[in-house]
């Protein structure tokens, strides 16, 4: 076995990625694979999009970086190209390196504002890996979480139980965090009932309601944000993954009340709102909106859930291209022999869910393979 110079963190897929062009990606052996998983939602417009490729190469050229404390055309155009998008009543926006970064800052910004010292986050949810981030995540604590104690105290509401809100968020409650479509648990659709019921509670008792769109935002649910799918408005909402097609880069959105609580040298990032981040973020907002993407993905997100209810696959759950699809057998088997058919999927949390995240771009013909690879598959 050849030796590895990198930390042996990562579980490996049996294969090699040399190149990749629209939703193919191409072995080191020279074989073509359908991406149905986007490095885990990332790859929102596929690979070697023209206009994306472009607008870093010209900010390459024009500055490839520069400090926060110099102003820079590019970042004020992202902020409000990224705010116009989300049609929300977020108007401030703090742009950080990844998903994790931005629920940091998020239940910091929470946390100092209230003066509270309690946490509510949802069964099944996932928002990072680091100190904060991890403390909300369900079940970290039991498998990696690594710290000796967390930094406030946490309690996990059950998915859909409104009694449960009510009981755990209180006034010493400083923020909610959800995923309105929990990613790694499987693609799991929390619902607008159970999202205005935290919304109603956090209101009654002046709690902050953090919306993780991480996996889920951008485009990711066929709308810009799952907070304009559901009808609700969160205090916050923080976004990555889709948001730089691969660039890595991240946000937090926050309403006009939660930026007032803000002061100069109260938030730090070194790397986030760089130039190439932010030539990233125009550049994905604009062909997500010049192509007519959001329509895209409502619609093969449908024909996914119409067509590939076969085989080994008895139901499906998530929303616009964030797919879950419920098997018979495990989901990691089946994982496996797609890909030898040469289709890469996801799984998730959930053992018994194959998980599709593919690139916005994906069309109908690309469904029918993978409905024809799953109808080929047994039971």
Not at 13 to 40: C, I, M, N, Q, T
Request: charged content about 20%; some cysteine; proline content about 5%.
């Amino acid at each position: 076995m050849t030796h590895s110079y990198l930390a042996p963190v990562f579980t490996q897929y049996p294969l090699e990625v040399a190149s990749a062009s629209g939703v193919w990606l191409k072995s080191a052996r020279g074989e073509r694979v359908l991406d149905l998983y986007g490095g885990h939602a990332v790859a929102a417009l596929g690979y070697d999009h023209p206009g994306f490729t472009a607008a870093l190469t010209r900010q390459a050229h024009a500055c490839n970086f520069q400090t926060n404390a110099v102003a820079m055309a590019v970042r004020e155009r992202a902020a409000e190209r990224l705010v116009r998008f989300a049609h929300l009543p977020l108007p401030s926006v703090f742009l950080v390196n990844s998903g994790a970064e931005a629920n940091e800052n998020a239940l910091k910004i929470a946390l100092r504002s209230s003066g509270r010292d309690h946490v509510a986050a949802i069964e099944g949810g996932f928002h990072g890996r680091t100190a904060a981030a991890g403390a909300v995540t369900f079940g970290a604590q039991a498998k990696w979480y690594g710290f000796p104690r967390t930094p406030f105290d946490v309690s996990f509401i059950p998915r859909g139980d409104a009694a449960a809100v009510r009981a755990q968020v209180s006034e010493r409650t400083a923020a909610v965090i959800v995923e309105p479509v929990q990613g790694l648990a499987g693609a799991v659709d929390l619902g607008a009932s159970f999202l205005q019921a935290l919304r109603a509670r956090c209101d009654e008792t002046g709690t902050l309601l953090i919306f993780d769109e991480v996996q889920c935002g951008v485009g990711r649910t066929g709308h810009p944000f799952a907070a304009n799918l559901y009808g609700v408005t969160p205090d916050m909402l923080t976004t990555a993954k889709a948001l730089g097609n691969g660039f890595p880069c991240a946000a937090l959105l926050m309403s006009a009340a939660v930026s007032a609580s803000l002061k100069p040298e109260s938030l730090g990032t070194t790397f986030g709102g760089g130039p190439m981040a932010c030539a990233a973020i125009e550049a994905v907002i604009e062909a997500i909106e010049s192509e007519g993407l959001l329509e895209r993905v409502r619609r093969v997100g449908d024909y996914i859930r119409a067509q590939c209810v076969v085989g080994p696959v008895t139901g499906h759950q998530g929303a616009g291209l964030l797919v879950g699809l419920r098997t018979s057998r495990p989901a990691k088997a089946i994982q496996a022999e797609l890909l030898e058919g040469g289709i890469l999927a996801g799984t998730a949390s959930d053992p018994h869910v194959l998980r599709l995240l593919p690139p916005f771009i994906l069309e109908e013909e690309h469904v029918d393979m993978l409905r024809d690879a799953l109808a080929d598959l047994p039971a």
